[in-house]
């Protein structure tokens, strides 16, 4: 086992890596940037580094700085917790080269799965049930076309190097296509500094449901179910749930057949996610796969009991799963709600000071965040202040509690998204588990049909 890991995160995720930690006896190293000195995480950790200025670029994506901290403080591991350096085959290479263990999978798995186009090979001849749309990366304008002609307008031209929702074009027609594809592909030169594009069939109404996987370095993979991540806003989630009100036992047993299949074609190992379109008709696609640790990890954690970023940490230790597919148990019901530090209705960020930071706990109430009466949200880094989640025997129990905790939830001297969560958990669509992608466009346009962005 690791004596030592350095966390490359900030926030609520560098804090729950701490506490992995601390459980498992290992001693930590945070980093943190000249805007974090403050921080929890680097107050909580047993030695601190600061790595740079406030920008991210200049210090949590700085790699240089995050090595040269790791070999200064002899740590043995590295975990990147999620975005920053989380994704970066490059990053995970340097930390091999310099004999630091990466805590995720393996370099060439991340590259693999960070082109989308290649993913969708890679699960397509894994027997996976993919969007139709191209094979790989899409050529010239004229094979677009012709296979926009095959698969039937609407389709979806997404970056490849993107993912997440980024870069993304919908084309209704032959005009539109011709249009979409400049646009995707200028967006996807000027964000990742890759221009390839592929094409995909377009589902309306989707919904969105991803499964975790878990795998050993002997070749070992189980998955831990479904979290329905539905309700989000611009492609950042708001809400999310295990299990799926829309996946049945047999769906479950089918989608978790794929999402396995396709995990191991890759070789995966430790902890990811695989994502998948559930449409309307009760049909389900593969879109892409996660190699981090995911925000919503939590609602997974809560109904299998499992420690999502121990088994991480295990894992990469070259620990062996030492349980099978049928050791694992689901229990009742989990929610997440996240709340960001932005106007409920504008969305507009909002940094600043927290004067008050109140939170009920109460039986099935986890709140997993860095924040504090007197800490600051930094105008640096992602909004997010707190997630809460809430676990029950049934789904009404875990929201009735999730109603609960909001109610009394006070966060003064920022604006917060509290409002907006309180409103979708008492939302009859939500409480009926009548929700897609476009349930909260629904809901903000006050029930009219979904304006669609892209
Ligand atoms: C799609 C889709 C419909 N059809 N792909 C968004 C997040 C990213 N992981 C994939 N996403 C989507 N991919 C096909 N083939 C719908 C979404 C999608 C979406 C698309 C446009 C505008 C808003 C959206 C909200 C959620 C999901």
């Known amino acids: 086992m690791f004596k030592k890991i350095l ?17 498992l006896g290992i001693s930590t190293v945070a980093i943190h940037s000249e805007a974090d ?19 991210s670029s200049e210090s949590y994506l700085n790699i240089s700085s995050v090595i040269a901290a790791a070999e ?11 975005g920053f350096l989380a994704e970066n085959a490059h990053f995970a290479e340097v930390c091999e080269a310099c004999k630091i263990k990466f805590i995720g999978p393996s370099p060439a798995v991340i590259r693999q799965m960070g082109d989308k186009a290649k993913a969708r090979e890679i699960f397509e001849t894994a027997g996976v049930p993919t969007v139709p749309g191209s094979r790989g990366v899409l050529g010239n304008e004229v094979e677009a076309v012709a296979l926009a002609r095959k698969i039937g307008y609407p389709v979806i031209v997404k970056a490849s190097a993107g993912g997440g929702g980024r870069g993304m074009r919908i084309a209704r027609g032959e005009e539109d296509l011709r249009s979409a594809i400049q646009t995707a592909k200028n967006e996807a030169k000027k964000a990742f500094d890759v221009a390839d594009v592929y094409l995909e069939k377009y589902i309306e109404d989707p919904r969105h449901v991803e499964f975790q996987v878990l795998g050993d370095e002997r070749g070992n993979l189980v998955h831990l179910g479904e979290r329905e991540c539905s309700i989000q806003r611009r492609h950042q ?4 749930e295990s299990p799926s009100t829309a996946v049945s036992p047999t769906l479950r047993k089918r989608m978790a057949e794929a999402a396995l299949a396709g995990a191991r074609a890759v ?26 640790i995911q925000v919503e990890h939590p609602v997974t954690e809560m109904v299998t ?7 991480q940490i295990r894992l990469a230790a070259g620990e062996p799963l030492g349980y099978t597919q049928e050791d694992i148990r689901w229990f009742g019901h989990a929610i ?4 960001n530090a932005e106007d409920s209705e504008s969305f507009i960020p909002s940094p600043g000071r927290i004067t008050t930071f109140n939170i009920s706990g109460g039986p099935g109430v986890r709140v997993d965040s860095a924040a ?8 640096y880094y992602d909004s997010l202040v707190a997630k809460v989640i809430t676990h029950g025997n049934s789904r009404l129990e875990a929201g009735s509690r999730m109603r609960r905790l909001l109610d009394l939830m006070v966060v003064e001297g920022i604006k917060t998204t509290i409002p907006l969560l309180r409103r979708i958990i008492a939302d009859p669509d939500f409480l009926q588990g009548r929700i897609s992608t476009h349930y909260l466009d629904r809901l903000l346009s006050g029930g009219k049909p979904a304006a669609v962005h892209s």
Not at 37 to 55: F, K, M, N, S
Request: glycine share 8%.
């Open 72 to 82: 200064i403080t002899d740590a043995d591991a590295i975990h990147p917790g999620y």
């Open 305 to 311: 009991g499992l420690d999502l970023v121990k088994e």
């Open 336 to 339: 997440e709600c996240r709340v």
């Open 237 to 240: 989630k708001l809400v999310e």
């Open 372 to 379: 504090h009466a007197d800490g600051v949200i930094s105008p």
């Open 7 to 23: 966390i490359a995160n900030r926030g609520e995720i560098a804090l729950r890596i701490l506490w992995a930690c601390r459980e």
């Open 267 to 292: 070789g995966y190992q430790n902890a990811g996610t695989v994502e998948f379109l559930l449409a309307p008709d009760g049909k389900f696609y593969f879109i892409e796969m996660n190699t981090r």
């Open 37 to 55: 000195t403050d921080a929890l995480h680097v107050r909580y950790a047993d030695e601190d580094v600061c790595i740079g200025p406030p920008r």
